[in-house]
């Protein structure tokens, strides 16, 4: 990160030291950062250990800077920076001694969509916390009992100022839409109409449901929802609330790109009526639509977020992919994200077949599956698109031979490797004993480490527990043990849950590149039309009735199958002319009424 340099603090600066509690483990290692601290070897004590439990504890008014502890620590514990000196002062909350600190707060804006852009663990759970009044901010003063009234003076002059004074007067009403969805069940026994009516202080229940599409749904049980089905509850129940501020913590998890689109505009809807919205959301392309302005988080990932100034959505997001913060004059990461802007190049693509099959069919008791011939290449990357419960992971189960045809015939001639879309954390152990039952060999310091662990970010995770790994770190753990596997086909049902968007930008470019040079082949399943867009060079496309009925063509070139797809959202995309990224148009906008007379839904800039 090019804004922050090791070193020597100066006047301009102030020292940040963060500990990640559970990467240290004393045990297991010779306390390298105490031994070969400058100013521990010198008589100071600027690392010593914490009585109960041994762990480092790092003075930051002692510490140099030096960075020879970040070095030494064997598992990449200690995060050791300089911010600016007068980010000391935009201190907006610290959980406690070397641990993550929010540097400024977002502000809400009546009639408004606000998106917040960043990666997992920078502050957006803080920011949410604060804003709703569960955390009261301490700037920086863990250790004291801070008041209101010491809030209320630090925020003299701003626009937070107000909203800070309906939370201590006790007037806020705050409705938040919850990141974790599937904790819900475990709070709440009942129906889904039960639920909602629970909440509906607005009387717009019967208009959400329709809206959301959940009238099949109203009266099961909640713990009988499925993750999109609980999701979109979620979002009606907080939609139904009279508030003044609503919050949706990644309001997209487990919905198609249909239930994303209709998600959007009940969120939408609020600001419309003058109410302030905020969204949290790792599906870009949706955050874009649906947005009118955004806050770019940025920092250090369980160390440190600072909170950009309030931008345009279109140039927020632009700026999020250079890494770069204009108003700030600040880098916050050395390579920008660029998106190729050029077909599909076909002859990296081998003319073997890996895997083919004839027209296929698969019935259930109350499902019927459809399939149209295909195949697979070496070397070809096919995307699979469409609403969920059409048939989509049924389908890449009877291509990894988990399950039978009832008619016609699949010829696979490679090994197959499949991530399945729900992950399990029933493993006991760390990380790295999993990587290494995956490889069925040592990883560190292998090639397949340099291949396909260091590129993924995975060294920092080794040390974890399975059990304990965030939502995102399980993903990325999947994935790498799928690939980790010897096989010629790898199958990724959902590789963009949990992941923030610069994980899956990433995520998308590196298999990309693996895919390609191994000489490997690839079907990847997601509903993020972004990630489909920059890692597929074909595409299936399923059809039908959810839960009843579905089908699916033959794989199509990207080009004619997005264009496809898109007809069927009756949306159309356009590039970015800066970053090359699709964005979608506005609905009955010039661009979007010229490219639906034209038929081009789906435009590609040469």
Do not use: W
């Amino acid at each position: 990160m090019n804004c922050i340099k090791l070193g020597n603090s100066t006047e301009s600066t102030h020292r940040v030291a963060v500990l990640d509690q559970e990467l240290c483990q004393p045990k297991k290692c010779g306390l390298e950062c105490i031994i070969y601290c400058p100013v521990n070897k010198t008589g100071g004590e600027c690392i010593v250990q914490r009585p109960e439990d041994g762990k480092a504890v790092i003075s930051e008014d002692l510490c140099t800077g030096c960075g020879i502890c970040v070095k030494k620590c064997p598992f990449d514990a200690i995060v050791i920076v300089n911010l600016a000196k007068e980010l000391g002062e935009d201190k907006i909350h610290q959980y406690n001694i070397n641990s993550f600190r929010l540097y400024r707060l977002p502000s809400p804006r009546k009639g408004s969509v606000v998106g917040l852009l960043g990666r997992n663990g920078i502050g957006k759970s803080t920011i949410v916390n604060i804003l709703s009044g569960s955390i009261k901010p301490n700037f920086g003063n863990y250790n004291d009992n801070i008041t209101y009234d010491q809030v209320l003076k630090n925020f003299q002059g701003t626009e937070l100022k107000m909203h800070f004074e309906k939370i201590a007067n006790g007037t806020m009403r705050a409705s938040i839409k919850p990141q974790l969805v599937y904790l819900i069940p475990k709070t709440f026994r009942g129906t889904a109409e039960e639920l909602l009516k629970k909440y509906d202080e607005r009387k717009r229940a019967e208009i959400l449901v329709e809206d959301l599409g959940l009238k099949k749904v109203l009266n099961r049980n909640v713990n009988e929802l499925s993750g999109g089905e609980l999701q979109r509850l979620a979002v009606a129940v907080a939609a139904s609330k009279d508030a003044d501020y609503y919050f949706f913590d990644e309001p997209s998890s487990y919905n198609d790109i249909y239930q994303r689109l209709a998600v959007a505009k009940v969120i939408q809807n609020l600001a419309a009526e003058g109410k302030s919205v905020m969204v949290v959301e790792h599906d870009m392309t949706l955050l874009d639509y649906l947005s009118d302005y955004i806050y770019v988080l940025y920092g250090e990932p369980g160390a440190y977020g600072i909170v950009s100034s309030l931008q345009g959505t279109k140039i927020g997001i632009n700026n999020f992919l250079e890494g770069f913060s204009p108003s700030e004059n600040v880098r916050f990461r050395e390579k920008a994200f660029r998106f190729d802007t050029t077909s599909s190049i076909d002859d990296i693509i081998s003319d073997i077949t890996v895997a083919s099959y004839t027209d296929i069919t698969k019935s259930f008791p109350t499902f019927k599956l459809k399939i149209s011939k295909g195949k697979l290449r070496r070397g070809e990357i096919l995307g699979i698109v469409g609403a969920n419960a059409l048939g989509k992971t049924t389908f890449i189960r009877m291509l990894a031979g988990l399950e039978k045809p009832d008619s016609g015939m699949i010829e696979i001639g490679a090994r197959i490797s499949l991530k399945p879309q729900y992950l399990s954390q029933d493993y006991d152990g760390d990380v790295r004993s999993l990587l290494y039952v995956a490889y069925q060999n040592e990883i560190e310091n292998s090639q397949i480490e340099e291949q396909i662990l260091l590129p993924m970010g995975m060294k920092k995770l080794y040390e974890k527990n399975v059990k304990n790994l965030s939502g995102g770190e399980l993903q990325k753990v999947a994935v790498a043990t799928s690939l980790l596997r010897q096989a010629d086909i790898y199958a990724l049902d959902e590789p963009s849950a949990f992941l923030d968007i610069e994980d899956r930008i990433s995520l998308a470019k590196f298999l990309q590149r693996y895919i390609k040079s191994q000489g490997k082949s690839a079907i990847v399943i997601d509903h993020d039309m972004q990630l489909i867009d920059l890692i597929a060079d074909s595409l299936v496309i399923f059809t039908g009735c959810p839960s009843f009925e579905g089908s699916a063509g033959s794989s199509l070139r990207k080009e004619d199958g997005m264009n496809q797809f898109l007809k069927q959202l009756s949306v159309t995309y356009r590039r970015d002319e800066h970053t090359g990224r699709p964005r979608v148009n506005k609905e009955g906008g010039r661009l979007d009424r010229m490219q639906k007379e034209s038929g081009n839904y789906y435009y590609i800039r040469n």
